[in-house]
């Protein structure tokens, strides 16, 4: 079982605001400060962790990494895909049925490049 997963960000005061507030809408909120970011913890005991990289060098994003979130209906991918983007992340996928399995996604990408779903299924 996956126990927590972290993003490395070249702007941890920028990330930690877009993160504060994309997250509530998932349940997520800080739950305690490393010495190179902040994690956040959910109902599902799954953290998630921002932070900047601890060798110094510049984060980069994982070509074919992406983080996934999944919600309770398609409103609610099309609701927090349109927040992400108010909030300054990128468009990746506009909200929609992918292919013929009952999955519905969005996707988005935040500052640093970093590629984020919400889905339904």
Do not use: W
Request: net charge negative; hydrophobic share 40%; proline share 4%.
């Amino acid at each position: 079982m996956l126990s927590y997963v972290s993003i490395g960000s070249n702007d941890l005061d920028r990330a930690l605001v877009f993160y504060d507030t994309l997250l509530e809408e998932f349940g997520g909120k800080r739950v305690f400060e490393a010495p190179a970011g902040q994690f956040y913890g959910f109902s599902t005991g799954t953290l998630l962790a921002i932070l900047s990289p601890a060798d110094g060098e510049a984060a980069t994003h994982g070509n074919g990494t992406m983080f996934a979130f999944k919600v309770d209906s398609p409103a609610r991918v099309r609701e927090i895909y349109f927040r992400a983007l108010e909030l300054g992340a990128t468009d990746a996928g506009e909200p929609g049925p992918r292919g013929d399995s009952g999955f519905y996604s969005s996707y988005f990408r935040d500052f640093d490049n970093n590629k984020l779903c919400v889905y339904h299924m």
